[in-house]
């Protein structure tokens, strides 16, 4: 099948990052020249399970979302400092990837290897079943093309482009102002002119309306002003009015309010490093111990290319760990085989839609594949009512979305006894790491098995 994603074996890699999976000290430079850098942290695991002597780098930080992050500067110059990098590539999973991977294609190819690990992969499509509640631009009459927000003096901060916003997070700092001057794009690439027959407006879409005062009335037509009013996270809908309503809205735009921690030990809030919707395609096919073997043996292949005389050593180690993912299989299998539902509730985006595939169950859900969708009320009377028709008693909730959506639908439903954490795999907390599950196979064991096991009534 045709997929939006790139797949190619030649190019650059390298970035900030951790050197071996729950290590936080970066690699020593004058060894960066040998390390494989990584796009986050399962590819982190997968890779350092099959190299030897090589340090295995990864630019997302501990604790964030590795689909979502976004880097506060280019990444080239550190991931052309090493051998190979290895990715995802399909197109919206990371937009740091897809921004830097033309460059290192044309102009490092001789130096760095890139590895693509979903190459022979067929990915699931994003057919919208349970989901269905995202942005679409063609919902609105005025057709644009792009959106575009710049400061004070005229540096661009960030522009949206379809469902998506690329660039520099937006942050408001207690109690101080932020004015931001908005450009919005016609489908011919002209400039939209404020005033007389076209009016901005922005309004909160997601989080607490409380934590802002956003004036869009000043002089100048094409300017917003946000004000911090407390700390946290809100999504904004930057919206055109005219006279006769709302003609269009852009994508909501996460933006920090305050001085927000980042503290994952607090689920009350949604994450602030999660800025872009999934494409067309489900890039997490780890989430299935089995496709998970697959991803090895392609990062095995690409090793093999970049080091030959290491063939028989990374050919062991991933013989090892794919020994180990089809243990991990079996013990799904035995463990999620009796059970009283073939149905639970995941009160946050998808990320284990290959697992349910695997294991025969499915996964309802008010939100969809990206940790940005807001769920619309009519989502959450239908999960609620999917809940009540089920008998279902648990709640899930992903670590690195936060509980609050999973806490108000259980109050909500008369069946639900207790909300459940899982989590997606593609990250990892230092909580975790210390007391010894903080892995990809740690968390698929410790973490989100006994959790299905309750959710599908398997215990």
């Not at 101080?176 to 404020?194: C, H, K, M, Y």
């Not at 969708?373 to 670590?399: C, N, Q």
């Amino acid at each position: 099948m045709t997929r939006g994603r790139r797949s190619v074996l030649a190019g650059s890699g390298g970035i900030i990052a951790t050197a071996l999976a729950g290590c936080l000290s970066e690699p020593d430079r004058q060894d960066r020249d040998d390390a494989v850098y990584t796009s986050f942290f399962t590819l982190q695991e997968f890779t350092s399970a099959i190299v030897a002597d090589r340090s295995v780098e990864t630019a997302v930080p501990v604790g964030s979302h590795g689909h979502g992050w976004e880097p506060p500067a280019s990444l080239l110059p550190e991931i052309t400092d090493t051998a190979a990098f290895v990715y995802l590539g399909a197109e919206g999973f990371q937009h740091w990837v897809d921004d830097t991977l033309p460059e290192l294609e044309s102009e490092y190819s001789d130096e760095v290897l890139l590895i693509d690990a979903l190459e022979g992969i067929d990915l699931l499509e994003y057919d919208g079943d349970g989901h269905g509640h995202g942005y679409d631009a063609d919902d609105y009459e005025l057709a644009v093309r792009s959106v575009h927000l710049f400061d004070p003096d005229g540096d661009e901060l960030a522009d949206a482009h379809g469902d998506h916003w690329h660039g520099t997070p937006i942050a408001v700092r207690a109690e101080t102002d932020r004015s931001l001057t908005v450009e919005v794009r016609d489908a011919n690439g002209d400039p939209i002119q404020f005033g007389e027959e076209y009016h901005l407006d922005t309004r909160v879409v997601g989080g607490e309306s409380e934590l802002v005062d956003i004036d869009t009335e000043s002089d100048h037509a094409d300017r917003m002003t946000l004000t911090a009013r407390g700390d946290g996270y809100v999504e904004l809908a930057i919206r055109i009015r005219t006279d006769d309503g709302v003609v269009f809205e852009a994508p909501p735009l996460k933006t920090e309010i305050g001085d927000h921690s980042h503290d994952h030990g607090d689920h009350s809030h949604d994450h602030g490093d999660h800025d872009h919707s999934h494409g067309e395609y489900d890039a997490k096919f780890f989430s299935d111990p089995v496709l998970a073997q697959r991803g090895i043996e392609r990062i095995r292949d690409g090793l093999i290319e970049l080091d030959p005389d290491n063939e028989e050593t990374y050919t062991a180690n991933a013989d090892a760990y794919i020994d180990e993912l089809a243990a991990l299989h079996r013990t799904y299998q035995q463990r999620l085989a009796d059970r009283d539902h073939d149905a639970v509730v995941l009160a946050g985006h998808d990320s284990f839609q290959y697992l349910s595939e695997r294991y025969g169950f499915e996964i309802h859900t008010p939100v969809g594949l990206s940790p940005d969708e807001e769920p619309a009320e009519s989502a959450i009377a239908e999960t609620l009512e999917f809940i009540e028709d089920r008998g279902i008693e648990y709640v899930l909730w992903d670590y690195f979305d936060g509980d609050r959506l999973a806490e108000s639908i259980a109050d909500e439903a008369s069946t639900v006894e207790e909300t459940v954490m899982v989590s997606p795999a593609e990250s990892t907390t230092e909580t975790w790491l210390d007391e010894g599950y903080g892995d990809y196979l740690g968390q698929m064991r410790e973490i989100n098995l006994p959790a299905l096991e309750k959710a599908l009534g398997a215990t």
